[in-house]
């Protein structure tokens, strides 16, 4: 049982900046992948940004330069600051953990509520 908790949405001006955070809790294997997705309306959910506990990153295209995440594992928390903002960047943005179970039998992921990131022009 796992579960995400965002916080650090809201509306800003373009050009502005939002840190967004998602503490996980519960049964996590150690070993594992945090990220940031989005989704906007009438749009598929996209990759933002992902990082493994190993500190690897990825980056969708259109958010290098300006976004980056980190993690803190000890607190099994992510975060994602983003700077430059722009008005295509409105979506509500969704935390995810993807893990393999203790036998790797199966893997897991698990999904937050979404924070909504709303930047006017």
């Known amino acids: 049982q796992v579960q995400l908790v965002e916080s650090g949405g809201g509306l800003v001006q373009a050009g502005g900046s939002l840190r967004l955070s998602c503490a996980a809790s519960?049964?996590?294997?150690?070993?594992?992948?945090m990220g940031w997705y989005r989704q906007a309306p009438g749009k598929q959910r996209e990759l933002v940004a992902r990082?493994?506990?190993?500190?690897?990153?990825n980056y969708a295209d259109s958010v290098k330069g300006r976004f980056t995440i980190s993690r803190d594992n000890a607190k099994n928390t992510v975060y994602l600051q983003m700077n430059s903002l722009k008005p295509e960047d409105t979506a509500i943005y969704h935390c995810?953990?993807?893990?393999?179970?203790?036998?790797?039998?199966?893997?897991?992921?698990?999904w937050g509520k979404g924070t909504l990131v709303t930047v006017s022009s």
């Open positions: 995810n953990i993807a893990f393999l179970t203790i036998g790797a039998l199966t893997s897991v992921d698990y």
């Open positions: 519960g049964s996590i294997f150690s070993i594992n992948t």
């Open positions: 990082i493994t506990s190993g500190g690897s990153t």
